[in-house]
């Protein structure tokens, strides 16, 4: 019989077996992918980097999100995260029997959110191209706690060009919703959010939320905006004489 730190250890272990099996198959995909694009003679799109921060209070389903989002897994049950944990989902904006125009990263930052493990610092939300403030659609609570404090928070914190969108989380639980879509929406709608309710579980909506993301990121300047900040964060070089 496991004890709760064994039982954790061993799921930690069954994600990673999972996550390295996903990965080698991606891998071999992409490159027989890269293949067949030079074959038809045309030119792979480079891929850009974009840093998403996920926030929101305790239990909302965050790292679940998140693994489903880079794995497809739906890992139920998951210890709440300590510190930051990082997770990656990429995406592609072209539209069926089209080359793909733009392949986009997202470097997908998850966090506690807990005063008892860790407070995000200002560091945790520099830079980010787009946010996420997650609720739970079976908790009023955690939409008055995104109302009351995360909202304003991610608000302050980030930069002027980040990309806010108001997430309802765990809608397979319609017979536990205490949020409607209505009162998810209005909120959205006077803070100028976009709007999504997603479940983890179920598969719902997850990839439709990251691939409007990158096509509004994009929309709105995104490629030209990280060339300018990679530029800015090379080191100068200068010559003595």
Wanted: aromatic share 6%; charged share 20%; with cysteine.
């Amino acid at each position: 019989m496991l004890i709760e730190g064994d039982q954790h250890h061993a799921n930690v272990l069954f994600v990673r077996l999972c996550l390295k099996k996903i990965n080698k198959t991606h891998q071999q995909n992409t490159k027989h992918s890269a293949q067949v694009t030079t074959m038809a003679g045309h030119v792979p799109c480079e891929e850009i980097k974009v840093k998403l921060i996920l926030i929101g209070e305790v239990g909302v389903g965050k790292t679940t999100f998140a693994m489903k989002s880079e794995s497809g897994l739906f890992i139920p049950d998951l210890q709440q995260t300590i510190g930051t944990s990082i997770h990656s989902h990429s995406c592609s904006t072209a539209h069926e029997g089209e080359s793909p125009s733009s392949s986009v990263k997202f470097v997908i930052w998850d966090t506690a959110c807990s005063d008892k493990y860790f407070a995000p610092s200002p560091m945790f939300y520099r830079n980010a191209d787009a946010a996420l403030i997650m609720y739970d659609v079976t908790s009023a609570v955690s939409l008055q706690k995104a109302k009351d404090f995360w909202i304003e928070r991610v608000q302050h914190f980030t930069p002027d060009h980040t990309l806010m969108a108001l997430v309802g989380h765990k809608c397979d639980l319609e017979g536990l919703r205490q949020v409607s879509t209505v009162q998810g929406h209005e909120l959205a709608d006077r803070e100028g959010l976009e709007f999504f309710e997603t479940s983890a579980k179920i598969d719902l909506s997850v990839n439709a939320l990251f691939l409007k993301l990158s096509e509004l990121l994009l929309a709105h300047g995104l490629e030209e905006r990280i060339k300018h900040r990679d530029a800015a964060s090379k080191p100068s070089i200068c010559s003595i004489s």
